[in-house]
């Protein structure tokens, strides 16, 4: 069997690490491994399969001879460095939103688009975290019985703000006991018993940067430009695991019986969905998994064909690391590296 050389740039950050540990789960073919960050990082160990690597900041000739680059190390560092990797003969599989909307650069959700990888010309993106997790619970449903509209309202945890924001929810909540003041440092708000209505920026539209890429991405990894989605995007104080409360609006009728059906055959989900027995998915259960979980599923009677839902999955495995290691394994597979 071929095996690969490998670099993930954004190694010590919390989607970097979590790649190294499901890279090493999944037993991805690697030959060489090469574990990139910024120069403060540089000599840094980390663990693969029991092997201790040094972090080497980034370069343009730690690209020399790598097969596959996982990126996760922001959109400014994608936009430097993914166009030299690639020049180096390497295909990049990019985390940050830097590519994502680029018309020559597919953006993919194995469950959902596996075949659009196959027209790469050299980066492939991974969605936004909240966005990979709905279209894969969403995607089943609308090639049933097409989805009009989508509402989701989302409860994001802190690790999808980076290794920063894991410590800030540690160190404001400690603070908070201990009678002593502390402000995040990677959060725009208090996070410690609280919760924030911001993720990124805010836009013209009042929308903001996240709420925007669940719009955009959905309608391109789904391949429905006409769904119409209306998201507003919440940071909550849980560390790993994002859930997002969804409603839809499908053209045909669909009752709760038939969306579970549809989800229970569906790639990628788990149905946990018998709520009189309190049995409905939570973060804290989720964290740590790979896949996306579905539960209280019910009509939406505030419209006709409306459903909802209840969709959480871990954002540094399905959300980021998961579907990039996913994306490099449909490359193997399709004999595209
Ligand atoms: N967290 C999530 O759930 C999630 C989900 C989907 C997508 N993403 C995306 O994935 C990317 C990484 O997110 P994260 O949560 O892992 O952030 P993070 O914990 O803050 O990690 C950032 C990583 O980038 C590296 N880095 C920073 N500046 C650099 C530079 N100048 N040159 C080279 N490397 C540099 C850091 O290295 P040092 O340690 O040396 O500073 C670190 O390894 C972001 O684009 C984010 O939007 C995150």
Redesign the pocket.
């Known amino acids: 069997m071929k095996h690969y050389n490998i670099a993930i740039?954004?190694?010590?950050?919390?989607?970097?690490?979590?790649m190294i540990k499901v890279l090493e789960e999944r037993e991805f073919p690697i030959d060489e491994l090469r574990l990139?960050?910024?120069?403060?990082?540089?000599g840094?160990e980390l663990e693969y399969m029991g092997v201790k690597y040094k972090?080497e900041?980034?370069s343009p000739e730690a690209f020399e001879g790598i097969d596959i680059a996982l990126?996760?190390?922001?959109?400014?560092?994608?936009k430097?460095?993914a166009p030299i990797a690639v020049e180096k003969g390497a295909v990049v599989i990019?985390?940050?939103?830097?590519w994502r909307m680029d018309e020559n650069v597919p953006l993919v959700v194995p469950e959902v688009n596996p075949e659009d990888v196959k027209w790469h010309k050299g980066i492939i993106a991974?969605?936004?975290?909240s966005t990979?997790q709905m279209v894969v619970a969403l995607n089943p449903i609308h090639k049933a019985k097409k989805i009009k509209r989508v509402i989701v309202s989302t409860y994001q945890?802190v690790?999808?703000?980076?290794?920063?924001?894991?410590r800030d929810l540690e160190e404001e909540t400690k603070a908070y006991f201990e009678g002593k003041y502390y402000y995040p440092e990677?959060l725009p708000q208090h996070i410690a018993f609280n919760v924030i209505p911001h993720i990124d920026v805010f836009l013209d539209n009042n929308y903001t940067k996240e709420e925007m890429k669940m719009v955009n991405e959905t309608r391109k990894i789904m391949h429905a430009p006409d769904i119409k989605v209306s998201p507003t995007c919440v940071r909550v104080p849980v560390f790993y695991g994002?859930s997002e409360s969804i409603v839809i609006e499908t053209e045909e009728p669909i009752t709760p019986e038939e969306a579970r059906e549809i989800l229970k055959e569906a790639p990628g989900i788990i149905l946990e969905d018998d709520p009189h027995n309190n049995l409905y998915p939570m973060p804290i259960e989720a964290a740590g998994k790979d896949e996306v979980f579905v539960g209280r599923i019910r009509e939406d009677f505030s419209f006709d064909n409306g459903l909802a839902m209840w969709v959480v999955a871990d954002?540094?495995r399905k959300?980021?690391?998961t579907n990039a290691v996913q994306i490099a394994e449909l490359l193997v597979e399709y004999g595209l590296v």
Not at 36 to 42: D, F, G, I, T
Not at 126 to 129: F, K, L, S
């Open positions: 740039l954004g190694a010590t950050g919390a989607v970097g690490q979590t990139l960050a910024s120069p403060r990082s540089a840094k972090v900041p980034v990126f996760s190390a922001g959109g400014s560092r994608s430097e460095w990019d985390n940050s939103s830097a991974n969605p936004n975290c990979i945890a690790s999808g703000a980076g290794a920063k924001a894991i990677a994002h954002n540094l959300g980021a690391a």
